[in-house]
T-cell receptor, first 115, second 111 residues
Framework: GAVVSQHPSRVICKSGTSVKIECRSLDFQATTMFWYRQFPKKSLMLMATSNEGSKATYEQGVEKDKFLINHASLTLSTLTVTSAHPEDSSFYIC???????????FGEGSWLTVV | GESVGLHLPTLSVQEGDNSIINCAYSNSASDYFIWYKQESGKGPQFIIDIRSNMDKRQGQRVTVLLNKTVKHLSLQIAATQPGDSAVYFCAERTYGNKLVFGAGTILRVKS
C-alpha cells in the first residue's frame, strides 16, 4: 500500500538552531501535503497546507517565518523549524493526499526535542 | 512543554466486550469523515471512513455511524481485543482535503 515516510523520526536540537523534517510519499505523487503538530495526550492540530510548486497556506496562529514549508517536488515536503525554542518540542506529523484526490496517508511522525 | 488543559477521555472495556467511541464534529458542510487509531509514538492509522450521504458503514469488527442532524459520529468495535488499546480520533474533511481532528478518546482494554 501507499506509504508516507518522515525523517528523522526523532531529533534533538539546541535552542536557537534550525531543524528540518522531511515528508516523502514513497510510491505515489502528492500535490498536497499537510503538516500537523501534536502535544502529548492532545489531538492533532493542523499547522499548514503544503502545495507543490506554490507557497504553503498556514492556519491561523501558526508563524510562517518560524515554520518554513517547502514542497519542491510531487513526493517531498519539508518543514523547517527555525530558531528553535524548547516550546517547539512536539510530535510533528505529515499527511499526503494521493494525486487521485481520494485518499490521505499519514507519516509515522517526527519527535522534536529542543534543549 | 506540555499544554495545560483537559486530558483525553478514557473508555475502559473488558476484553471481548463491544466498545463505542463517540465524536462530535463542527462543520455541517463536511462531506467525509474518518476514524483513526493512534498508538503511542506513531502516526494515525486509518480505520474506517464514511461519506455524508451514508449513515452507517461496516468494516471488519468496526462500524461507523453518522448522525448529521446532531453532527455526531460513533465508532463501534466488536469483541474488543487488547491490541485495540490506543487513542482514537475522528476527523472531518473540510475544503481542500483538510482534516480537522476531534479531541480523541483513549481506549483501554482490560484482559
Amino acid at each position: 500500500g501507499a506509504v508516507v515516510s518522515q525523517h528523522p523520526s526523532r531529533v534533538i536540537c539546541k535552542s536557537g538552531t534550525s531543524v528540518k523534517i522531511e515528508c516523502r510519499s514513497l510510491d505515489f505523487q502528492a500535490t498536497t501535503m499537510f503538516w500537523y503538530r501534536q502535544f502529548p495526550k492532545k489531538s492533532l492540530m493542523l499547522m499548514a497546507t503544503s502545495n507543490e510548486g506554490s507557497k504553503a497556506t498556514y492556519e491561523q496562529g501558526v508563524e510562517k517565518d518560524k515554520f518554513l514549508i517547502n514542497h519542491a517536488s510531487l513526493t517531498l515536503s519539508t518543514l523547517t523549524v527555525t530558531s528553535a525554542h524548547p516550546e517547539d518540542s512536539s510530535f510533528y506529523i505529515c499527511s499526503a493526499v494521493h494525486s487521485s484526490g481520494n485518499t490521505i496517508y499519514f507519516g509515522e511522525g517526527s519527535w522534536l526535542t529542543v534543549v | 512543554g506540555e499544554s495545560v488543559g483537559l486530558h483525553l477521555p478514557t473508555l475502559s472495556v473488558q476484553e471481548g466486550d463491544n466498545s463505542i467511541i463517540n465524536c462530535a464534529y463542527s462543520n455541517s458542510a463536511s462531506d467525509y469523515f474518518i476514524w483513526y487509531k493512534q498508538e503511542s509514538g506513531k502516526g494515525p492509522q486509518f480505520i474506517i471512513d464514511i461519506r455524508s450521504n451514508m449513515d452507517k458503514r461496516q468494516g471488519q469488527r468496526v462500524t461507523v455511524l453518522l448522525n448529521k442532524t446532531v453532527k455526531h459520529l460513533s465508532l463501534q468495535i466488536a469483541a474488543t481485543q487488547p491490541g485495540d488499546s490506543a487513542v482514537y480520533f475522528c476527523a472531518e474533511r473540510t475544503y481542500g482535503n483538510k482534516l480537522v481532528f476531534g479531541a480523541g478518546t483513549i481506549l483501554r482494554v482490560k484482559s
